[in-house]
């Protein structure tokens, strides 16, 4: 599903100009990472998608949805968004019911959502634990609960704000597995990271953004390998792109594959 | 982004410049004149001498009204009309309602009384505008108020707007996963658990944490504590504080000498 936006700006009550014109389009199946500085207006942006916040001017479309014209509860069967805090969104007494409240909130039938919920906690490898109290749970398999949660409800398009922070190794690899997943299904995956390397390894498409405005929008290695662009928003292309430049290696690198292809 | 439940106003002024100390004084002083002063108009001059001119004075009057006219004003108003109806003295009756009499003494007393309320409330906005909670507890607290007791103050008017704004994103965050908030009554009452449950735990996380934070700069070490941030306390907020509390004894024996 397509996700359409046109000359969006928004101001927050405060007079805060949050976004001050943003015009993208991500294509179905697109896997975009979205990086910068804080305040740079990522979570204001992809709180559009979903329609948490509604445009000062311009517009969102969500396929053939204006996001103005749908409510969230209505837009949250196109667009599943995974919050920063699994603690704010877990109530359920076990993993299996916290999993089932997204796709029961849609109206699926039944046996779709048992199929659904089952897939979810497969993909998150949850299977084990799904009678288990998420407060009993670490903060990283609780983490691991509001992905499924969300990834339950089947949306086309996944938006996950921070996914890797304050995540171990372990972790971080679950999340990537779960998105480079989500890809083969032909999903659209949308995420906001700070962590760089977490980002050129998972990611094809990078959007860096700076006050509100688009500062770079491209492939992953045409973006990671602007250092001094990037520098402009606080963001640090990832080490082994760094090194690569320095070696004077012709392309840009990304990971340990491409900077040992570059090196042969 | 987390602010405080506070009226804090912040300005430059010599009001401002004040201990707090002197300001809890003043408004002690204030009340306590305008509740035991004999004389039928002190508390009406108190605020036309005192309490509005010091609002100029501490450059917080266009807050100071607008907290008046829709907070106090109303307060007051409503006070004025039960006792004017309801207070059963006098015999010069002005106008009759159904069964009850409006006399011109009951008129007199519910005047006073609802201005002897708008004092007290008016005096406490004021200081309320012009004083730093955090600076009135940390002052307090070197003069020897409890930790915990400032901890308890300050604290809940920390919580408070914190807890709204996790509220917020409790929110956004079912709602992102189709959960109905808009529709009819039933629909939303089913949604509370899912906006109570984590608001609760949450909280509840954080007080624990917040408490170990504390704890680990030694709360409650019974050690006196140095202060990075110094509260100044000149010679005439000492000065202002005698005058004032000789005004209040003054008052208090007038009082008991002529009843």
């Not at chain 1, 497969?122 to 983490?143: F, G, Q």
């Not at chain 2, 006399?103 to 708008?118: G, I, K, P, Y």
């Not at chain 2, 956004?172 to 189709?178: C, E, I, K, L, Y």
């Not at chain 2, 608001?199 to 990075?228: D, N, W």
Request: aromatic share 8%.
């Amino acid at each position: 599903m397509k996700i359409e936006i046109k000359d969006l700006r928004f101001t927050y009550p405060t007079g805060l100009d949050a976004l001050r014109g943003i015009s993208l389009s991500i294509e179905a199946g697109e896997q975009v990472a979205i990086v910068g500085q804080n305040g740079a207006g990522k979570t204001t942006l992809v709180r559009h998608f979903n329609g948490l916040l509604q445009p000062t001017l311009g517009s969102v479309m969500i396929g053939d949805w204006d996001t103005k014209k749908y409510s969230v509860a209505k837009l949250a069967s196109r667009v599943g968004y995974v919050f920063q805090n699994p603690d704010e969104q877990l109530f359920s007494k076990d993993v299996g019911a916290e999993v089932k409240f997204g796709p029961r909130n849609l109206g699926y039938s039944k046996e779709k959502i048992d199929g659904l919920v089952t897939r979810a906690l497969a993909l998150t490898e949850l299977s084990d634990k799904t009678e288990t109290n998420p407060y009993d749970l670490s903060p990283t398999w609780r983490k691991m609960v509001a992905l499924a949660s969300v990834i339950a409800m089947d949306t086309p398009i996944v938006i996950f704000d921070e996914p890797t922070t304050g995540q171990d190794a372990a972790n971080v690899a679950r999340i990537a597995h779960v998105i480079a997943e989500l890809r083969r299904e032909g999903k659209t995956v949308i995420t906001i990271t700070h962590d760089i390397d977490f980002c050129a390894e998972n990611f094809e498409r990078v959007i860096a953004l700076a006050n509100g405005q688009v500062l770079l929008d491209g492939a992953a290695a045409d973006v990671l390998g602007q250092e001094e662009i990037l520098a402009q928003t606080y963001v640090d292309p990832p080490q082994l792109t760094r090194l690569g430049k320095r070696l004077g290696l012709k392309e840009t690198v990304r990971n340990q594959e491409e900077f040992l292809n570059a090196l042969s | 982004m987390h602010e405080r439940l506070s009226f804090y106003v912040q300005r430059s002024s010599a009001i401002h410049d004040l201990n707090p100390l002197t300001k809890v004084i003043l408004t002690l002083a204030l009340i306590l004149i305008a509740f035991t002063s004999p004389w039928y108009w002190t508390p009406h001059l108190l605020v036309l001498i005192a309490i509005i001119p010091l609002s100029f004075l501490g450059r917080v009057a266009p807050e100071f009204f607008k907290t008046a006219i829709r907070l106090i004003l109303p307060a007051a108003g409503f006070l004025f009309l039960m006792q004017a109806f309801f207070q059963p003295v006098g015999e010069s009756v002005i106008f009759k309602f159904y069964f009850l009499d409006v006399t011109q003494e009951s008129l007199m007393f519910a005047f006073r009384s609802s201005m002897r309320v708008f004092v007290m409330v008016s005096a406490f906005t004021f200081m309320l505008l012009t004083t730093h909670p955090s600076e009135l507890m940390s002052d307090l607290t070197r003069r020897g108020l409890p930790g915990q007791f400032a901890y308890v103050i300050i604290s809940t008017l920390q919580i408070l707007p914190q807890m709204q704004a996790k509220a917020q994103t409790i929110i956004s965050a079912q709602r992102s996963r189709g959960l109905d908030t808009e529709s009819s009554f039933l629909k939303r009452a089913g949604s509370v658990v899912p906006l109570v449950g984590p608001l609760v735990f949450g909280s509840l996380a954080e007080v624990e944490e917040r408490a170990i934070a504390i704890e680990a700069r030694g709360f409650t070490s019974k050690k006196i504590k140095t202060s990075l941030h110094e509260i100044a306390d000149s010679n005439s907020d000492k000065i202002i504080r005698w005058v004032l509390t000789i005004l209040v004894i003054i008052s208090i024996a007038l009082k008991i000498w002529l009843s």
